[in-house]
């Protein structure tokens, strides 16, 4: 299948290794992803007053892109995108004189329909090609490397646009199991991970961050995996200043579930991009016998 | 804490602004205290989230002064966890959007040390700045 594809700004910056890993492996298992022309960023997050339209302006303007190429389904991997132009698209569909409102303001476009819709590649994995399908696929043996699957919230919170049961969800455990990789069953993957605070409050960072990776790491988890770069920032990058603050904390990689993806579909090196982690799975990696020593340094 | 309870106060200006910016129906709340079980930045928080919305119940504006608005996360932990249905993270950005209507903001972007805005992603800086700027 071929379907428009809305990358968002982090993923062509610190996330980049999520979208060539994603790009690839949407690939192997048949789905094509065309970036969509023109995107602008969403906003990030979505606008939680009643009188605050100028803020849903960006995501519609997306969705107005998604309309003009001629397609009615685009397929985003951004948690926090997802999310937020999710809300923004239920919000118009549901009140036609917001809507009218948002066209008028950008009279130079073509009006938005309302019958766009926003889709995460979990659920393109889960619904149109089948775990069953993926797992097929697989090429690359995980000799039993000990998965966590981090969900944080804005996949599964609030309940109108979650991916997955909010308390209970299982997309990703599937996923990681059709991979061939064991899962590690985590009560903290629904935590917060702090999100933007991570701007101001670092130490309120280290605190969530030495908590979920604790949590992951003493049920056995070899990795985390997840699949918003903000949460990746804060479970990742952010484990040095955890370490600053608690001496005692140790960390573990954190990837995004593409990565994992592109390594059991047989090519993870070429797209996934590990440099741009904080803490290198490469070396982890190379112990559990997934890639092997100097494959490595072709892994960029 | 002094706060003198009356009818009055309840039916406020400030009482009215508040439900009409978030949506909500503050008189749902019965203070169970669900939000603040799950609320990820309580353990910062000068009043816990069930604290705060009974203080807006009262018209009790100083609530506006606590640091607990801005901690919130925006999370949506206590929106799905409610048994009453009160979405909390919309009144907490009510309460935050009463000060940064005024042109006040809480992030000080100018503050941010310059090795930090070489880290940080895009994604922080954006949905920081959406939250905790005017
Ligand atoms: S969970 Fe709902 S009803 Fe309970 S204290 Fe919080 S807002 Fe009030
Ligand atoms: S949305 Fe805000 S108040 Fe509600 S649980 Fe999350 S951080 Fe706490």
């Not at chain 1, 690839?24 to 007053?49: H, P, Y």
């Not at chain 2, 506006?64 to 909390?88: H, M, N, Q």
């Amino acid at each position: 299948m071929k379907i428009p594809y809305y990358p968002g700004c982090t993923l062509k910056a610190q996330g980049l290794g999520f979208e060539t890993s994603a790009i690839a492996s949407a690939k192997a298992v048949d789905i094509e992803m065309m970036e969509l022309q023109r995107w602008n960023c969403c906003g990030t997050v979505f606008s939680l007053a009643s009188d605050d339209l100028m803020h849903y302006i960006a995501p519609i303007r997306n969705f107005i892109r998604v309309q003009e190429a001629g397609y009615d389904k685009v397929v985003t991997l951004c948690s926090m995108c997802y999310n937020t132009m999710k809300r923004a698209n239920l919000l118009v569909k549901n009140d036609s004189e917001k809507l009218k409102t948002l066209n008028d303001f950008m009279y130079r476009e073509e009006d938005y329909k309302g019958n766009v819709e926003i889709v995460h590649l979990l659920e393109l994995l889960r619904d149109e090609i089948g775990f069953e399908t993926i797992s097929k696929k697989v090429i690359r043996k995980f000799n039993e490397l000990k998965v966590a699957p981090y969900y944080g919230c804005m996949l599964t919170r609030p309940k109108e646009v979650g991916i997955d049961d909010w308390e209970e969800p299982q997309i990703m455990e599937n996923l990681i199991t059709a991979l061939g990789a064991e899962v590690v069953d985590d009560p903290m993957r629904g935590e917060c991970c702090g999100a933007y605070h991570t701007v101001n409050s670092k130490d309120l960072v280290a605190e969530r961050t030495r908590m979920i990776v604790t949590s992951a790491k003493n049920r056995g988890a070899d990795i985390i995996v997840l699949s918003c770069p903000l949460c990746e920032f804060n479970l990742g990058t952010r484990q040095k200043d955890t370490i600053e603050i608690y001496s005692d904390f140790s960390g573990i990689p954190v990837l995004y579930f593409t990565q994992l993806m592109a390594l059991a579909l047989g090519m993870g090196k070429e797209v996934c991009r590990f440099d741009l982690h904080y803490v290198d799975p490469r070396p982890l990696l190379i112990e559990k016998g997934i890639i092997e020593e100097g494959e490595e340094k072709n892994a960029r | 804490m002094y706060l003198k309870l009356s009818v009055k106060n309840t039916e406020s200006d400030f009482v009215k602004k508040i439900e009409e910016i978030s949506g909500e129906n503050l008189m749902k709340c019965n203070q169970c205290g669900k939000c603040s079980a799950g609320c990820p930045s309580v353990s910062r928080m000068e009043s816990l989230p069930n604290q705060v919305i009974r203080r807006v119940q009262l018209g009790d504006e100083s609530v506006l002064e606590d640091d607990t608005i801005w901690l919130c996360a925006s999370c949506f932990t206590c929106a799905v966890r409610c048994p009453k249905g009160v979405d909390l993270s919309k009144v907490m950005e009510a309460l935050r959007l009463l000060t940064l209507r005024k042109n006040v903001n809480y992030t000080q972007i100018e503050k941010i040390p310059r090795d930090e805005l070489e880290v940080l992603p895009p994604i922080a800086l954006v949905s920081n700045f959406r939250k905790m700027t005017s």
